[in-house]
């Protein structure tokens, strides 16, 4: 148990809709990154937000974006969905920006399929 | 072009012998390396890491090598137990840690499976 949870769990869209993810980190927790893990790889760094701002960005277009909510929430929103959008979608929460020296927890994620 | 690779997409191994998972990385500016567990239907777990100043980090039945020259690194689990078997991801960094330049870069994964 990690504290962070994530809803929904699974989800089916079409290509073309827009859709939104949500996530709900330990309290304390100023940092969230949201990740992508496609079949058969590791998880893909989507981006990170830190105080509510986005604090760096991995190489996804501009249709992903985010946001970070005082209550320590945080959404995915990916507009204009691709067939390729298909994935796990994992959001990790920590204590610091500082990913590597500071565990991050991840929740179960959300699979989303696009059709 | 893949950054950090787990060439070694499964690995069985008998219960109380050794598990050996591994690890290498391309990119030179990688100074910290974390190894990460999932089960099925859960997120990834946090189980060790290693700075680029040590060789070598235990914690348990745990044990993270690091060669830099080589660019290798590997995960010893000792002895294996059932509640081991899962999917181990590398993943390096580099400073700044954190934002675009610091995220963390992970492999594929290799699927350990402990047999009793």
């Known amino acids: 148990e990690t504290g962070v949870t994530q809803s929904p769990t699974h989800l089916i869209k079409t290509r073309g809709q827009q859709v939104t993810l949500r996530c709900s980190s330990q309290?304390?927790?100023?940092?969230v990154s949201w990740y992508q893990q496609a079949l058969g790889q590791g998880p893909q760094f989507i981006f990170q937000?830190?105080?509510?701002?986005?604090?760096g960005r991995g190489n996804f277009p501009p249709r992903f974006s985010g946001l970070q909510f005082p209550n320590y929430s945080s959404e995915l929103n990916v507009n204009a969905l691709e067939l390729d959008d298909s994935a796990l979608y994992l959001c990790?929460?920590?204590?610091?920006?500082?990913?590597?020296?500071?565990?991050?927890?991840f929740g179960a994620g959300t699979r989303l399929s696009v059709l | 072009d893949q950054q950090v690779k787990q060439n070694s997409p499964s690995l069985s191994v008998q219960e109380g012998r050794i598990s050996i998972l591994n690890c290498d990385y391309t990119?030179?500016?990688?100074?910290?390396f974390l190894w990460y567990k999932k089960y099925p239907a859960e997120g990834p777990t946090f189980l060790i890491s290693?700075?680029?100043?040590?060789d070598k980090n235990e914690d348990g039945r745990f044990t993270v090598f690091l060669n830099k020259s080589a660019k290798h690194l590997s995960l010893h689990i000792v002895p294996s137990q059932p509640g081991d078997s899962a999917v181990y991801f590398c993943?390096?960094?580099?400073?700044?840690?954190?934002?675009?330049?610091?995220?963390?870069?992970f492999g594929k994964g290799t699927k350990l499976s402990v047999k009793p």
């Open positions: 990790a929460s920590s204590f610091s920006r500082e990913l590597a020296k500071n565990i991050q927890y």
């Open positions: 290693i700075s680029s100043i040590k």
């Open positions: 993943a390096a960094s580099a400073l700044p840690y954190g934002g675009s330049q610091g995220n963390l870069i």
């Open positions: 937000y830190y105080r509510e701002e986005e604090n």
């Open positions: 309290s304390g927790h100023n940092t």
């Open positions: 990119n030179s500016m990688f100074d910290y």
